[in-house]
């Protein structure tokens, strides 16, 4: 049995986010193999995060640039140590790897962030995506933060490609984890919210997730106008966690637009609504929300972004042309066979590729299979190249936050 610690930024909030979602899938698919689990995060948790000590989980919170972090690490000793993201590695790798030097260090990446700075920057500039948006400073960190580690838990596997062909990590030390959901709770049609039953168009995504902020903008002002010119009552909640005041004065219910803010039951919302649009213009990683749709059996609209890694096949449900998502989404909306072949087929889709039991058993063999830590990273000397410390900028930045703040003091 594994004696496992977490490093994160933040606490995961499984209803909030799908990265918080994706933590908590994490965390149960390491269960199996743990002895003790322990998650320290630098930030204090909210009203909304998960209780950690209900799973088996010790929690507490750490500092970052504090040598104090050196006696947590001799105290737990563990065996396998998990970062969440590539700056909590940045900021506690090297300590691990000096105190705990015989520890697998696996990143969890969440989405390739650097991925989705370029498109945004490209986005921004009006300009189509190519590598020269994705050489940006992010992207060369992240991936940086990627080499130094033993694994790296990858979402979509389009970015595995990616980090294969474009950035030329070894494929051995990446290792495919996605969005997850428990299939044996999945209803089958007969038992959902039928046609007649559902009312409305919905979108869902939390508002410190810029991707969702430019989604919404880009519906409000670019999409929904077109759905209500075919029809002057038909009705869109926007559903997301953190929804600033600036943001809900969006709200305009004579053109059928309310924001409603924190989604507290995500099977009712989504099986109230007919239709979830999601015209995100920018992203990276796996969309939580798709999945989510197809789990609680919602028909959904969306872009070829939003698509990316989904392994989506699903004729005229993915569109970037403003005005054929409006066509499709009313057609969608109103065409009672098709909004029940999708809804099938979303159904069938979510099982075949995001079932829990499955992938937690292929992650849990993989960190078996690298056990021998001495021969896995010898044979990745880019990894130990590295860890010299004429390359170790984050240790000696931190070292010297370190003895700033004993100046202070």
């Not at 610690?5 to 986010?17: D, H, K, M, R, T």
């Not at 921004?124 to 580690?149: M, P, Q, T």
């Not at 010119?229 to 309310?258: C, R, T, V, W």
């Not at 896995?376 to 990894?383: C, D, E, I, K, P």
């Amino acid at each position: 049995m594994k004696n496992i610690l977490i490093i994160a930024l933040v606490w995961p909030e499984p209803n909030s986010s799908a990265a918080g979602a994706h933590l908590l899938s994490l965390i149960k698919s390491l269960q199996p193999i743990a002895g003790k689990i322990s998650f320290g995060c630098t930030s204090q948790p909210s009203d909304r995060s998960i209780d950690l000590n209900d799973i088996n989980v010790e929690a507490f919170t750490i500092k970052v640039n504090d040598p104090e972090f050196d006696n947590v690490l001799a105290k737990l000793n563990p065996d396998l140590v998990i970062f969440d993201r590539y700056v909590a590695e940045e900021q506690f790798g090297w300590r691990v790897a000096l105190n705990c030097p015989k520890a697998m260090r696996i990143l969890n990446t969440e989405d390739l962030h650097g991925l989705r700075a370029a498109r945004e920057l490209a986005l921004k500039k009006n300009e189509a995506f190519d590598l020269g948006h994705y050489f940006n400073d992010v992207a060369k960190r992240e991936v940086a933060s990627i080499l130094r580690s033993d694994m790296s838990l990858i979402i979509s596997e389009f970015e595995l490609n990616w980090l294969k062909t474009v950035c030329h990590v070894p494929e051995t030390m990446l290792v495919y984890f996605p969005l997850l959901i428990n299939t044996e709770a999945i209803e089958t049609s007969g038992n959902l919210p039928s046609f007649d039953d559902r009312k409305g168009y919905m979108f869902i995504g939390n508002f410190r997730h810029q991707p969702n902020v430019d989604a919404i903008e880009f519906l409000i002002r670019d999409i929904w106008p077109g759905i209500r010119e075919h029809d002057n009552e038909a009705e869109l909640y926007i559903f997301g966690a953190y929804m600033p005041k600036q943001k809900s004065s969006l709200q305009d219910e004579d053109a059928g637009i309310y924001m409603k803010g924190f989604a507290e039951n995500l099977e009712s919302t989504f099986q109230s609504a007919k239709i979830c649009l999601a015209p995100l213009r920018y992203g990276a990683g796996l969309k939580g929300k798709l999945i989510d749709a197809m789990f609680y059996g919602t028909p959904f609209i969306t872009t070829s972004i939003g698509a990316e890694g989904l392994r989506l096949d699903f004729p005229k449900q993915v569109v970037d042309d403003p005005a054929d998502f409006i066509r499709y989404s009313v057609k969608l909306y109103y065409d009672r066979e098709l909004w029940n072949e999708s809804l099938a087929r979303g159904l069938k889709h979510v099982k075949q590729h995001f079932e829990f039991e499955g992938h937690a058993k292929r992650l849990v063999d993989r960190i078996l299979e690298i056990s021998d830590l001495t021969n896995h990273r010898q044979n990745h000397f880019l990894s130990a190249v590295l860890w010299h410390q004429s390359l170790q900028s984050t240790r000696y930045l931190s070292k010297w936050i370190e003895e700033k703040n004993k100046n202070k003091k």
